[in-house]
């Protein structure tokens, strides 16, 4: 099968996956990470130092916009947020979220593909994403489209799990999330599947050194990687060499 053809199959697969978990994808993550979810999202928030902030932010493969919405939460009045996904039912709940928690003034959401963003060239200040790495069939592409929608001097920031280094903790967390996780997901959510995929999929994931050296391919400078729970969680951060013109144009 050709490469585009075997992206192309790969690419339905996950989104009928996403569409399946979707009602309950927010509640398994807080039962499945313990709730160190939503600290990991602020933290990549704080990355990039949106608080307070009046800027525009891309959040791709936004799946129930949870990222979305800690962004919204503290960014600066006149703040954008555009949240992109390819999974229809994810979006509802994300568009059913953001209704709930009066946001939804300030977020708006798109069903496209993350490595086809429908919009211009150099539009936001940051782009970020969450569990998104580990379900994209072509890294390189993401974050050159990541740079390409960047403004000069924009940051990336991806957070996603990681198989974590040989060990004890290593032989720890497979016995969870690889034997428990699976079952624990299929119970509540109905699709035993979909958690067997997830657990695999991050099983079969590259390095987060291949990750920043993705990133560097795709243009960006100063790469770093933020490593949480023993290296099975990171955050990669990278910035879009160059100025932005507005902030030259304010300085005295």
């Known amino acids: 099968m050709p490469a585009r053809a075997r992206l192309a199959s790969r690419d339905t697969q996950v989104r009928n996956i996403f569409d399946r978990i979707a009602g309950r994808y927010d509640l398994l993550n807080r039962i499945i990470s313990f709730r160190l979810d939503s600290l990991w999202r602020r933290k990549l928030i704080r990355v990039l130092g949106l608080a307070g902030r009046p800027a525009s932010v891309l959040d791709m493969g936004t799946g129930t916009g949870a990222l ?8 600066a009045p006149g703040a954008r947020v555009l949240g992109v996904d390819f999974s229809r039912a994810m979006l509802r709940r994300a568009r059913e979220q953001a209704a709930r928690t009066g946001v939804a003034s ?3 959401y798109v069903l496209a593909h993350a490595l ?3 919009v211009r060239s150099e539009a936001f200040d940051a782009v970020m994403s969450a569990f998104v790495l580990r379900n994209v069939g072509d ?12 403004k000069p001097g924009g940051q990336v920031a991806s957070l996603d799990m990681f198989p974590p280094p040989h060990g004890l903790f290593s032989h720890l967390y497979w016995l969870y999330f690889g034997r428990l996780m699976p079952r624990i997901g299929g119970m509540v959510s109905g699709d035993p599947t979909a958690y067997r995929y997830l657990s695999d999929s991050v099983r079969s994931f590259v390095s987060p050194e291949t990750v920043a050296e993705t990133l560097v391919s795709a243009g960006f400078a100063e790469t770093r990687i933020r490593r949480y729970l023993l290296g099975a969680v990171c955050l990669h951060i990278a910035t879009k060499p160059g100025r932005n ?3 030259e144009a304010t300085e005295p």
């Not at 979305?68 to 960014?75: F, G, I, S, T």
């Not at 890294?139 to 960047?150: A, D, P, T």
């Open 106 to 108: 300030r977020v708006d």
């Open 68 to 75: 979305a919405l800690d962004a919204c939460r503290v960014l």
């Open 245 to 247: 013109p507005r902030e």
């Open 116 to 118: 086809a963003a429908p």
């Open 139 to 150: 890294l390189e592409s993401f974050f050159r489209e990541s740079y390409r929608v960047l």
